[in-house]
């Protein structure tokens, strides 16, 4: 097991009260494992994976939990130690593009810094581990494009160079935060697939993270569903895709665009919003959203329920197999 | 971009015209007449009337600024009424005493105003916030000559550490190479002149750093604070960079562009003279002398002297845009820009 979050929980205190981004979610991701965790906008995707990395920032703190990689508690470790494990075997690619690099460094400035941050290599060898990089991620002439400044890059030109730079030194896993979710459809799919050939080549685990199922179907092994900072449904893709449990799950596959539908079909959305996570109410927090909404579903909260290798949070599936939303 | 700066330099000539023509004007409309401040009260009404024939000051208003519009392009800015020296050495006898006054308190306001504004930026809302920015606070507010004379009771008067007036001490000064002494002691090697004149900057240099520093200190945070929020940091962060270095080496490389600036800006109003700092500390500078000469109607040295810290102004704003251009490679000086 290479990553294994146990109970985490991250809460922000503020003035107002405390907000839980992130509330008692628990799952494990293996070596060379791409796991999605999908969820709408405010679900807790970036806490958690800021969480892992320990970038969190003030007044945001993890209140419960482990994070243990390789079988070391993140969260216990001294600034220097997660120094040593963050970009080197742990790195990052971010949602922004535009904005994730230092606009007046060299791209290669910026990749080398990272080589010679955690390996023990010449500049020279370090520049050449750049280009060699920058030339795998499918950056065209890399020695020349190695000078130039952000400035001069499309979006996915950017997201591919964050892409060289966090696995330049050879990570174990990576954290993907919406990865294309800035960037237009035709470079999304060349992203995508330029993280699954990665992975294959480098053997490396892949936290996905996004809020768009369709980029789900195409990458991951498995997909976890957050919504509320909660983990309402854990379930390999193939599964998910053709047998989803929790009414959150179907409302977003409902939600995907499908290229081929008739044009004249509204896309569909899930009705109403997002609650106010300072005020959140007790019991489900998808309930007042909900198509089956139980008396029930408002006032307490569901388990985390395993039904023949998938995981839901909800009372439709109480009584086990059988029950839940049936034929849907 | 070498396009640019030489137009830049060229676009000094319509802003000198300019400026002459206002501080010609002001000088002539608002001083008093200077023929009996020359001459002495006791002048008859002839012998004043004569001092002016002479000195031009009975033409018209445009013969008289043409005269010296044509004077100015082949470096003659005139001559004192009172010393008869020309305009352009009584400056440069004042002038380099105000540069060293002006580049030390400059080095010292942006050294601490750069550390106490990143510190109260990264520890925001801390101690050390509360604390520099009440420093800041003293220093934007505290009137500067009051602080040259806490300095001065304190620091002459009291410890007897340091000497409060002059830039050095006559027996010990060096040859005048380039009119710095700090730079003129080192050419001669003379050891004890340096130190004896660093001893005589320090105290001016500090009452006059103070104001800079609070200004400096706070574009500092503001621009930090700011700069730190920025996605790229996290990336920074995300590679596992030593949390110094990340905000040094990524946060301040990219705060550094309103810092720069308001330094320029600072610098320009410093070597426009001290006026303050230079009559508190006997500083023989250009500002405490050009007061004088304002109250005592020398038309010809005001001139002189208002021209060059135009054209410094101008300059040092010139060095400020260059300098971005190095700092953010985002910035380019195209023709059409100009
Ligand atoms: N810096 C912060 N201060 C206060 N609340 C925050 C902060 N960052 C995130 N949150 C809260 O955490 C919740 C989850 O945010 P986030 O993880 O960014 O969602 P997403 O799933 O879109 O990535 C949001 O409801 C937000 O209110
Ligand atoms: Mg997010």
């Known amino acids: 097991?290479?990553?294994?979050?146990?109970?985490?929980?991250?809460?922000?205190?503020?003035?107002?009260?405390?907000?839980?981004?992130?509330?008692?979610?628990?799952?494990?991701?293996?070596?060379?494992?791409?796991?999605?965790?999908?969820?709408?906008?405010?679900?807790?995707?970036?806490?958690?994976?800021?969480?892992?990395?320990?970038?969190?920032?003030?007044?945001?703190?993890?209140?419960?939990?482990?994070?243990?990689?390789?079988?070391?508690?993140?969260?216990?470790?001294?600034?220097?130690?997660?120094?040593?494990?963050?970009?080197?075997?742990?790195?990052?690619?971010?949602?922004?593009?535009?904005?994730?690099?230092?606009?007046?460094?060299?791209?290669?400035?910026?990749?080398?810094?990272?080589?010679?941050?955690?390996?023990?290599?010449?500049?020279?060898?370090?520049?050449?581990?750049?280009?060699?990089?920058?030339?795998?991620?499918?950056?065209?002439?890399?020695?020349?494009?190695?000078?130039?400044?952000?400035?001069?890059?499309?979006?996915?030109?950017?997201?591919?160079?964050?892409?060289?730079?966090?696995?330049?030194?050879?990570?174990?896993?990576?954290?993907?935060?919406?990865?294309?979710?800035?960037?237009?459809?035709?470079?999304?799919?060349?992203?995508?697939?330029?993280?699954?050939?990665?992975?294959?080549?480098?053997?490396?685990?892949?936290?996905?993270?996004?809020?768009?199922?369709?980029?789900?179907?195409?990458?991951?092994?498995?997909?976890?569903?957050?919504?509320?900072?909660?983990?309402?449904?854990?379930?390999?893709?193939?599964?998910?895709?053709?047998?989803?449990?929790?009414?959150?799950?179907?409302?977003?596959?409902?939600?995907?665009?499908?290229?081929?539908?008739?044009?004249?079909?509204?896309?569909?959305?899930?009705?109403?919003?997002?609650?106010?996570?300072?005020?959140?109410?007790?019991?489900?927090?998808?309930?007042?959203?909900?198509?089956?909404?139980?008396?029930?579903?408002?006032?307490e909260m569901p388990e985390l329920k395993e039904i023949a290798g998938q995981k839901v949070r909800c009372f439709l599936f109480e009584e086990g197999e059988g029950g839940g939303l049936g034929a849907k | 971009m070498l396009k640019y700066i030489i137009k830049r330099i060229l676009m000094l000539i319509p802003v000198l015209i300019g400026v002459s023509i206002i501080v010609f004007l002001i000088m002539r409309v608002f001083s008093p007449d200077p023929a009996p401040i020359v001459l002495g009260q006791h002048a008859t009404q002839e012998a004043a009337e004569a001092w002016r024939q002479a000195n031009g000051l009975n033409d018209p208003i445009y013969l008289q600024y043409w005269h010296y519009l044509q004077g100015a392009l082949t470096g003659n800015l005139g001559t004192s009424y009172y010393t008869k020296t020309p305009v352009i050495k009584e400056i440069m006898a004042r002038f380099p005493a105000t540069i060293e006054l002006a580049v030390v308190a400059i080095i010292l306001a942006s050294f601490f105003g750069i550390l106490i504004g990143v510190i109260s930026a990264v520890k925001k809302n801390s101690i050390f916030d509360n604390a520099g920015m009440l420093l800041a606070l003293i220093g934007v507010s505290m009137p500067i000559f009051w602080l040259g004379i806490l300095l001065i009771i304190f620091f002459s008067g009291t410890l007897h550490w340091l000497p409060s007036n002059g830039r050095i001490n006559p027996l010990l000064e060096p040859i005048h190479i380039t009119g710095f002494y700090l730079i003129d002691s080192l050419i001669t090697g003379n050891i004890s002149a340096f130190a004896d004149a660093l001893r005589h900057l320090i105290l001016p240099a500090s009452a006059l750093a103070m104001y800079s520093m609070a200004i400096i200190t706070r574009m500092t945070r503001s621009s930090m604070l700011d700069t730190l929020q920025q996605d790229f940091i996290r990336t920074a962060r995300a590679k596992g960079i030593a949390e110094g270095r990340v905000i040094v080496r990524h946060g301040l490389r990219n705060g550094l562009i309103p810092i720069v600036t308001v330094i320029g800006l600072q610098l320009g109003s410093l070597l426009g003279g001290a006026v303050l700092t230079e009559t508190v500390f006997s500083w023989p500078g250009i500002g405490a002398y050009t007061v004088t000469c304002i109250l005592k109607s020398d038309f010809p040295v005001v001139q002189g002297v208002v021209l060059l810290v135009a054209a410094i102004f101008v300059l040092v704003n010139l060095i400020v845009d260059v300098i971005y251009a190095f700092l953010d490679p985002r910035i380019k000086y195209s023709k059409k820009e100009v």
């Open chain 1, 1 to 299: 097991m290479l990553l294994e979050v146990k109970n985490l929980s991250t809460e922000f205190q503020l003035k107002r009260g405390i907000i839980k981004a992130v509330d008692d979610i628990s799952f494990t991701l293996d070596k060379g494992e791409i796991l999605a965790i999908v969820g709408e906008s405010g679900s807790g995707k970036s806490v958690t994976s800021h969480s892992i990395m320990g970038l969190l920032q003030k007044p945001g703190r993890i209140s419960g939990g482990e994070i243990l990689f390789k079988s070391r508690n993140l969260n216990k470790l001294s600034r220097k130690e997660l120094q040593k494990i963050r970009g080197n075997q742990i790195s990052m690619i971010f949602q922004e593009p535009m904005t994730s690099l230092n606009p007046v460094w060299r791209i290669k400035d910026q990749i080398i810094e990272s080589i010679t941050t955690h390996m023990q290599v010449s500049q020279k060898e370090a520049l050449a581990r750049t280009i060699a990089m920058l030339d795998t991620v499918g950056i065209p002439s890399p020695a020349q494009r190695a000078n130039d400044y952000p400035h001069q890059m499309s979006g996915g030109m950017r997201q591919r160079v964050m892409t060289a730079m966090a696995l330049a030194c050879g990570p174990e896993l990576l954290i993907a935060d919406e990865p294309t979710t800035a960037l237009d459809v035709t470079i999304q799919a060349q992203i995508l697939e330029l993280l699954y050939r990665m992975r294959e080549k480098f053997q490396m685990a892949v936290l996905l993270i996004t809020h768009d199922l369709g980029v789900v179907s195409e990458a991951a092994d498995r997909v976890i569903v957050m919504y509320c900072g909660k983990i309402m449904e854990e379930a390999d893709v193939r599964s998910l895709f053709t047998r989803p449990l929790h009414p959150y799950t179907v409302g977003l596959l409902q939600s995907i665009p499908q290229i081929d539908d008739d044009s004249d079909k509204r896309l569909y959305m899930i009705k109403g919003m997002v609650p106010n996570p300072l005020t959140m109410p007790p019991g489900c927090p998808f309930s007042d959203r909900c198509d089956h909404s139980m008396e029930r579903c408002t006032k």
